[in-house]
């Protein structure tokens, strides 16, 4: 393999909690045209074998630790025996560039928490030699050398006076090409050795045109062209041979998986969206054996007809050699986990439900023995939390309890050994996952008590072992191990075992400082059956959290791939994902493990945050308000949840953790993820966001919503964009202020992309620095605001409950941006509330409307038919014909009929007019029900009015304004 180098986009800023580096039109739409335009040094022939020998080294080698300016650090590497296979250079510059053993790069200026600093140039280095090698480094900064058999695996040594440091990994191989996107591996064990590996490669779509932008012809923002394939790629021990299609391209396709069958074909099985519906499809290849030259593959075949999603597929062969799938299947009104054995005549052979519990089931992994027996593993939130479910299926069948506590337990890898030894992992995390929680904003000012847990917090790895019927765990615990090295969460294991019994377990981990956005790594550790290694991090794994390697056994060790995306300063630095191949070596002989008994404890630790909510929820989406004959639903929601594209740190939690959160621990009826532009701009990480939303469109049971945020800083103002429908990229940000009287440029232009394809906005945390002064409104693509946000504060007026002060508001204090100053300029805006970042189950959008789908909720928030709310709370005014957010003509005095089911006592209920209380009362009953006259209006007046409610244990809700004009 020849040199390589990834360029980055010259002047990105690293992302810290609340600065945002905005970038003109024109600089992020060249950014994004050079996604899908790889540079030259990436380029080799395709066709090609990829060679992987056995004696390659890894070299992580970071420049310029202590650069204070700009600092060249080009030069070049020698071994004293063998060569140097590849240079990497990753931040070195726009003109990096890497040719056989010479490197050209210098430290890059960032902006980290709005101070200027300096980044040295990063090395990844391949070598192929043995470790009596020496490495001499000629740079421009001076000349260091050292021996290999002198830096251990995993540790590192410094060099030039603290200037450089020096890492040895396991080498990384690239497999893919510059062309496409590359993810999702796969791997398969053929009894004579070979892997097979499968992925998909994503072909983006043409870059965006700026003149076309700037013109107003926002087609160029729905690509053409693009989309899915799978690819199949064979290695020998010595070499990948060039990938085969498993499928078409331009498909829209998630997450394959791949097993060899008792007669050596390798089966490759996926989920696809066809028609608006994802079901399963497999195909099976026949390798070529003796003069043959080709392979045969035969035909596609699709598994499932079933309306609703079937995803997350995966696939193992039982001692007969039959093939197994087991996947995630929705089903009436949940998911269930189901199984199918693709044998004719075979027992199993229709597809079946294995799950039982009336709750959603989630991510199934499974595994074979060479008794007979098939394990299933997965996650059920069966008893308001995730616990991990195993079901044997064969000569022992049953179904039993992995994890039952009140902790967050889920994901489950498995994997069983050649003693029919059942190992499993899984994520553990604290009790009341994704309960009220609101971080640590919210300690400036008085809340009540916060007794759930984020998304994403104290997250760590469980391992245990099924030992005839029996749980056990390893005697030295994991724990200790990961916290040696990796102190904060770890997440996502998986499971691999060598040739000498030796598991290993690999894990994602934010191992950068808070200020380097978000930015995960695999780290991989071995039970020998006495004790757990260190963790080692795999060369160029960085990427989001939710990386998934691939692992088969090879000679002594371990073949994992994966993919990576040379990240330096989170999503906004990636450049592209490609897979890896690396080879994870023991340090020795595999002993027979040592096992305790399993110590779990299922008693809770915390109390339940809502003992009613079951209740609570049940009453809303059993309430219906008839108007003039439309019965309407309340649909509780919100599109403003962000996720691991930009946690801005290790905050967030996985995308998929933001649908898990939707659909049980909120009990959601639709939400919109709103991750900045989603991915800043990038192609890939948009499609990815378009994917799993319509993998968990289930209409009418639960809505997913195309939905984003676009974050310019005031007083442009950051928006939630929704979307009416998939395939529409977003609008590039901009940086023109305009002025108070004619307004915005950059707002005036997403206004006429949202019209032009039927989208809308709201501004959130709008009295910040992150919002606006009220120069701009458009109302048929504006018709909200976020008036209340879960991480931070309530927008609608200084002195309100939960409003900001100066000395409490995070993010700058901008009191033009309160709700009341836009109402006050004519502005007709209705009332929802979001989440933000690490807040959960304490803003919800609810919204009044009898269209249960994408278009309807869009509808629902033009009319202003919604109100904002932080509990489960019924509010329900109304003024003769018309509800929230209606405007009208009266002959009569205005009057409001108001209607409250609390989950608390109403402390206070205020009815605002015109920016000014002109009723309130102290009910302090959780029901409400009560008419209100203006018996002081003006004939010939339009006034706006208004109800919030306040329950005594300090939640809150907002209805819309009606708009109402007097005329006797």
């Known amino acids: 393999m020849g040199a390589r180098v990834r360029r980055g986009v010259a002047g990105l800023a690293v992302l810290a909690v609340f600065a945002f580096v905005i970038i003109s039109l024109g600089q992020i739409l060249r950014g994004t045209a050079q996604q899908t335009k790889p540079g030259p040094a990436r380029q080799r022939p395709a066709g090609r074998p990829i060679v992987m020998g056995a004696t390659l080294v890894g070299l992580e080698i970071e420049l310029g630790l202590q650069d204070k300016g700009p600092t060249p650090w080009g030069g070049d590497i020698h071994l004293s025996e063998g060569p140097v296979v590849s240079i990497e250079v990753l931040r070195g510059g726009p003109n990096a560039r890497a040719s056989g053993n010479h490197f050209a790069c210098h430290s890059v200026g960032r902006m980290v928490q709005q101070r200027s600093i300096f980044l040295g140039p990063i090395l990844h280095v391949n070598l192929d030699a043995e470790l009596s090698a020496k490495v001499t480094v000629n740079s421009a900064q001076g000349k260091f050398e050292f021996a290999l058999s002198n830096l251990p695996m995993g540790t590192g040594k410094h060099f030039l006076g603290g200037q450089v440091s020096v890492n040895r990994e396991n080498a990384a191989i690239r497999l893919t090409e510059p062309d496409t996107e590359d993810d999702y591996p796969t791997m398969a064990k053929s009894q004579d050795g070979t892997v097979w590996l499968a992925y998909v490669a994503y072909q983006p779509g043409p870059a965006i045109i ?49 097993t060899v069958d008792g007669k050596g074909d390798v089966w490759i099985a996926w989920s696809q969206q066809v028609d608006g519906d994802w079901d399963i499809f497999y195909r099976r290849y026949t390798p ?250 795999l060369s160029n794994s960085v990427n989001v959290m939710d990386v998934r390697p691939a692992l088969v056994s090879h000679g002594q060790g371990i073949l994992a791939v994966y993919t990576g995306d040379d990240r330096t300063a989170g999503t906004q630095s990636r450049k592209q994902a490609d897979l890896f191949a690396c080879m994870l070596q023991p340090s020795g002989q595999a002993q027979v493990p040592e096992l305790v008994a399993d110590a779990e404890t299922s008693e809770a630790a915390v109390p339940v945050v809502h003992s009613d909510e079951a209740k609570d929820v049940a009453r809303m989406r059993g309430t219906v308000i008839d108007v003039e004959g439309k019965k309407l639903r309340l649909l509780r929601g919100e599109f403003h949840r962000h996720t691991e594209y930009s946690s801005h740190q290790d905050q967030d939690g996985s995308l998929e953790d933001a649908w898990r959160y939707a659909l049980d621990s909120a009990a959601l009826d639709w939400i919109g993820i709103g991750d900045h532009d989603n991915g800043y701009g990038h192609e890939y990480p948009w499609w990815q966001f378009q994917k799993i939303t319509d993998l968990f469109q289930n209409a009418p049971q639960f809505v997913a919503v195309h939905t984003y945020e676009r974050s310019v800083v005031y007083p442009n103002g950051h928006r939630n964009v929704i979307m009416p429908r998939r395939g529409i990229r977003p609008l590039p940000r901009g940086v023109l202020k305009g002025t108070p009287e004619g307004g915005t440029p950059d707002t005036k232009r997403l206004y006429a992309y949202l019209k032009f394809f039927g989208g809308i906005c709201a501004s959130h945390t709008s009295a910040t620095n992150m919002g606006t002064d009220w120069r701009d409104n458009d109302p048929d693509v504006e018709p909200i605001v976020e008036i209340y946000q879960g991480h931070r504060h309530n927008y609608e007026h200084a002195g309100a409950p939960r409003a900001p002060t100066a000395a409490t508001q995070v993010g700058g204090y901008v009191p033009a941006g309160y709700v009341w100053n836009a109402l006050e300029k004519g502005y ?66 205005p009057e409001l009929d108001i209607h409250v089911q609390g989950t608390a006592p109403i402390a206070k209920l205020h009815v605002i007019r015109d920016n000014k209380y002109v009723y309130s009362t102290e009910p302090k009953e959780r029901e409400v029900n009560l008419k209100y006259v203006d018996m002081e209006a003006k004939p010939g007046k339009t006034s706006y009015y208004y109800v919030r409610l306040e329950q005594k244990d300090g939640n809150l809700a907002w209805a819309s304004p009606l708009w109402i004009t007097y005329k006797p």
Request: glycine share 8%.
């Open 210 to 258: 700026p003149e076309r932008l700037e013109a107003q012809n926002f087609e160029t923002l729905v690509p053409k062209g693009n989309g899915d394939q799978i690819r199949l790629m064979r290695w020998d021990g010595k070499a990948w041979q060039p990938p085969l299609d498993v499928t078409e391209p331009g498909l829209d396709v998630w997450r394959p998986t791949a």
């Open 288 to 537: 070529a054996t003796g003069q043959q030259t080709q392979g045969k593959w035969s035909e596609i075949t699709r598994l499932t007809h079933s309306p609703g999603s079937d995803i997350f597929v995966a696939a193992t062969t039982d001692s007969q050699g039959v093939v197994w799938l087991a996947w995630q299947a929705w089903r009436k009104d949940n998911f269930d986990i189901m199984l199918a054995a693709l044998s004719d005549g075979h027992p199993w052979k229709e597809p079946r439900v294995l799950s039982t519990s009336p709750a959603n089931d989630w991510s199934p992994a499974i595994a074979a023995d060479k008794l007979g027996n098939v394990y299933v593993a997965w996650d059920t939130y069966d008893k308001g939390n995730y616990d991990v479910i195993l079901a044997v299926v064969g000569r022992e069948s049953m179904v039993m309890t992995v994890a039952g506590s009140a902790r967050f337990e889920a994901r489950p890898s498995i994997v069983c050994d050649d003693k029919n030894r059942l190992w499993i992992a899984y994520e553990e995390g604290d009790e009341q996952w994704g309960k009220d929680y609101c971080g640590d904003h919210y300690r400036r000012i008085p809340l009540p008590k916060n007794p759930g847990a984020a998304l994403y917090i104290h997250r760590t790895v469980k391992v245990k072992c099924l030992v005839d019927g029996k749980l056990m765990q390893p005697a030295e615990d994991v724990e200790q191990a990961l916290k040696a090295k990796l102190p904060r969460n770890r997440s996502l294991p998986r499971l691999g075992l060598d040739a000498t019994g030796g598991l290993w377990l690999l894990v994602r981990h934010h191992a950068r400082p808070v200020a380097a956005g978000e930015v995960w790594s695999s780290y991989a550790l071995r039970y020998d059956g006495r004790h757990w290694s260190a963790p080692q991090p």
């Open 828 to 893: 007709r805006l209705g009332f929802e509330a979001s989440s933000d970042h690490i807040s959960t189950h304490i803003s919800y959008a609810v919204l009044l409307t009898q269209d249960v789908s994408r278009q309807g909720i869009i509808d629902a928030f033009k009319k202003r038919h919604s109100y904002g709310a932080t509990d489960n709370i019924v509010l329900d005014v109304r003024s003769d014909r018309y509800i929230m957010g209606d405007q009208f003509d009266t002959s009569k005095r």
